[in-house]
């Protein structure tokens, strides 16, 4: 009888304990997180120095960020025993210390990490990011890695489908369409090859979760891709990752390099009949290679435009055939609902947002980093709770929530809790999930001016509402905010936010008038006053 994946996974992670004994034994664990935000404050120094150090019975390992960006970097000891200490802030300096302390064995009495930054979330996608070596196929299996995957492969494709659309997970890249649904219609759509495209991309502003995940778990994504693959017939996936995200694709396509060497991807995977291969894509530049048919159009080799929909691309995607887009949240907390169950997921959350999200959080908190929390938790306990409020001194102004694609809220607005759609009527959304505290050094007018900024400078030129519009919206803001603008100008913004909105291409150019319309709704009288109206 041959063995199901279930064992098949068993006997990989059996290998990966035996080489984890012979390699390490008991040996101190040393982990220096090393992401894309700890490397601006020299945590790749902190651990080449570390490398360098006499310290023997340890040995040194390169984790993530776990997300608690405000204290790093952070060098994390466990000693065999179970205890240790996490140092937070480390500079070259204090280098030395730290390995005369592990030399020593200190238990951890003296821990740094500010736990009520963690305590307020639940950390299913995120979860022991920070803690497991990024590079590292070993440590991720043996703490629960591809379980997931071998209970998928355990069931038919339309078995997994089923928990998936159970669980109510929605994608987390800003759209918030039934994940479930969207692999059943792929997969209902009778024409091969068909496709799976990680949508990696995340080049808005504001925005880092995803490469947290690619940095710190970059296998719990490829596990979720394998899983959405299987369920939706698929045999050839693509990573599309950030063109600047150096790190981020260096530790993916690692990631990618072991799971083939351990009989993850390729042929027969975990000794069953089904096979996917994987490759990895970076992207072409610009916010708007975000949006999905302009990802595709780059990676067929034409301009970052937008394709006309329908088609959809679950009909007709990369090359003409049924594609599967998803994005990295969305995928990795997919081993979760599969090891855990739908149920276990679908009671986080709410009954119309099930499960967690992933914020990115910055601006003017006294702990800025990402955060994995219930959805249908509210911005203030992000800000507040979580991100501890503003810098000393100053006072919370509002924020600015979804990016350039959403809009500013007042103080008034923040007990709002996170979700799927609108946050509110004037097209504050929550987006793929950045959260930027304001106080009063900046105008929450000014703060819609660089969005609506943003927008233009990024359109891709295709369409004439969006090309023409965005830069017209902002030469109405700069009128009015310098004291030039007229009531002219305030219908002018009305009338272009309405129409940009309506006749544009894509989402860019769909949604750049919500900056405007959130600036019109709660900060109107200002602008009125500016207009010579008040």
């Known amino acids: 009888m041959t063995d199901g994946p279930v064992d098949v996974l068993a006997t990989v992670r059996e ?13 101190t664990r040393v982990v220096v997180q090393v992401g894309h935000c700890s490397q601006a404050v020299g945590a790749g120094e902190v651990a080449g120095i ?38 937070t802030r480390v500079g070259p300096e204090a ?103 990680v949508n990696a991309e995340e080049g808005e502003p504001g925005l880092f979760k995803d490469r947290h995940l690619m940095e710190g778990v970059p296998h719990r994504i490829i596990e979720g891709t394998i899983v959405a693959a299987y369920a939706t017939g698929i045999n050839q996936a693509y990573i599309y990752v950030n063109a600047e995200a150096n790190l981020s694709s260096e530790r993916v396509e690692h990631a990618i390099t072991q799971a083939y060497d351990n ?120 800000i507040v709770s979580l991100g501890k409020g503003p810098m000393p001194g100053h006072t919370l102004t509002g924020a600015a929530v979804g990016g350039p694609s959403s809009g500013v809220f007042p103080p008034s607005m923040l007990d709002t809790p996170i979700g799927p759609g609108m946050l509110h009527e004037s097209g504050v959304m929550l987006g793929a999930g950045g959260v930027v505290a304001l106080d009063e050094r900046v105008s929450a007018l000014e703060v819609v001016r660089r969005l609506a900024a943003y927008n233009a400078a990024e359109s891709c030129g295709k369409c004439t509402p969006c090309r023409e519009g965005t830069p017209r919206m902002v030469d109405a803001l700069e009128r009015l905010m310098s004291g030039r603008g007229s009531p002219g100008d305030l219908d002018e ?32 009288d200002e602008l009125a006053m500016m207009a010579g109206m008040g």
């Open 95 to 197: 280098v030395g210390r730290i390995a005369g302390d592990i030399a020593a064995g200190l238990d951890g009495a003296d821990d740094q990490r500010d736990a009520s930054f963690f305590a307020g979330q639940r950390r299913i996608a995120l979860d022991l990011c920070g803690e497991l070596d990024s590079t590292d196929i070993d440590d991720y299996v043996l703490h629960g890695g591809y379980e997931g995957l071998a209970r998928a492969l355990a069931l038919t494709p339309e078995g997994v489908i089923e928990e998936v659309k159970d669980s109510g997970l929605r994608g987390r890249g800003g759209a918030y369409f039934p994940a479930g649904a969207k692999w059943e219609s792929a997969r209902a759509v009778d024409s091969s090859p068909r496709y799976l495209v």
């Open 493 to 524: 913004l009305r009338y272009l936010a309405e129409v940009v909105g309506l006749a544009s291409l894509c989402g860019l150019g769909q949604a750049a008038g919500a900056p405007i319309n959130s600036g019109l709704h709660f900060f109107g």
């Open 15 to 27: 290998a990966a304990r035996d080489r984890r004994q012979s390699e390490r034994g008991d040996k």
């Open 50 to 87: 570390l490398a360098s150090a006499d310290m023997k019975g340890a040995y040194l390992l390169t984790a993530g960020c776990d997300g608690a960006c405000f204290d790093a970097p952070q060098v994390v000891v466990t000693h065999s025993s179970g205890a240790g200490v996490r140092y």
């Open 263 to 382: 009989g993850l991807l390729g042929d027969k995977i975990l000794g069953t009949g089904y096979g996917l291969a994987i490759e990895m894509r970076r992207g072409a530049g610009g916010y708007v290679c975000g949006e999905e048919t302009t990802m595709l159009n780059t990676m067929e080799g034409y301009r970052r435009e937008p394709r006309l929909r329908p088609p959809f691309p679950t009909t007709s995607g990369l090359w003409a055939k049924p594609t599967v887009i998803n994005n990295c949240e969305t995928l990795a907390s997919v081993p979760f609902i599969l090891t855990r169950g739908a149920r276990a997921f679908s009671d986080i959350g709410s009954e119309k947002a099930t499960g967690t999200k992933i914020v990115s959080l910055s601006g003017s908190v006294v702990r800025p980093g990402i955060a994995e929390v219930p959805m249908g938790t509210s911005l203030r306990e992000i």
